[in-house]
């Protein structure tokens, strides 16, 4: 924005961290990953194109960290950003079981799915998050799956087949802080519509260890067309 002040300016004037900088490029990683998951059936279209399993290729995203790291607040603003505000808060954990990550299959579509305040033993029980992938087809669009939690890990299993990041911060309960950030998610902002142009027009053919290395590609585009450092 014109005036500087950004989700991450907010992060550093209110957040207390040991760890600013990690912090710092993890919440850039998940933004990174929230907007490369709309594209997450192209990403599953050339994968099993090439043969590869897609349960072990289609990360999942695991956040977590202590109550007050701006988790929610984080997934709000990703949320208006992809949906220019007419998606506003994420899933609670309490209403998404082994049927809800069933169901997702079926509703055709490639916006991605933010499970807010999931505990361990709840996400070690979705079964289906094993082989979520075994059935998709290039005819129907399936949402990547997202998840926030306090609980640092889940079993093996699915940290095996999940990109995990830590919010290491935790704001304080400063009125001016929490209206600023309210107000950024409220504003209009087009990043994710540039960022969509450029996404479709890289080339995605070749295969990347990097799952976000196309995301970051054209962030860095981004920065050069706005005239700023990375």
């Known amino acids: 924005h014109p005036n ?72 709000e603003f990703v949320l208006s950003l992809l949906s220019k505000n007419a998606v506003t808060s994420p899933m609670d954990a309490d209403e998404v079981g082994v ?22 033993a709840k996400i070690n029980s979705l079964d289906p998050l094993r082989n979520f992938w075994n059935k998709w087809s290039e005819d129907v669009n399936y949402p990547a799956i997202t998840f926030i939690s306090n609980d640092k890990k889940p079993d093996e299993w699915f940290r095996n087949r999940a990109k995990t990041l830590h919010f290491d911060v935790r704001f304080t309960r400063e009125k001016k802080g929490e209206a600023e950030a309210k107000e950024i998610i409220s504003r209009e902002n087009p990043v994710f519509k540039w960022f969509s142009y450029l996404y479709l027009e890289h080339d995605k053919d070749e295969l ?22 990375l």
């Not at 055709?108 to 933010?114: A, E, G, L, S």
Request: aromatic letters at 12%; charged letters at 30%; proline letters at 3%.
């Open 99 to 120: 049927r809800t990550i069933r169901q997702t299959r079926n509703i055709d579509t490639c916006f991605p799915i933010i499970v807010d305040d999931i505990g361990q």
């Open 4 to 75: 500087g002040k950004t989700i991450l300016r907010e992060l550093e004037e209110y957040g207390e961290s040991k760890r600013m900088e990690a912090t710092l490029s993890h919440m850039f990683e998940a933004l990174l990953y929230y907007f490369w998951a709309p594209f997450v059936n192209q990403y599953a279209e050339k994968h099993r194109s090439k043969g590869l399993n897609l349960n072990k290729n289609i990360p999942y995203l695991y956040v977590y960290g202590e109550p007050n790291s701006g988790k929610g607040t984080f997934a």
């Open 208 to 229: 990347h260890d990097d799952d976000l290395k196309v995301a970051r590609e054209v962030f860095v585009d981004l920065y050069e067309k706005a005239e700023r450092t």
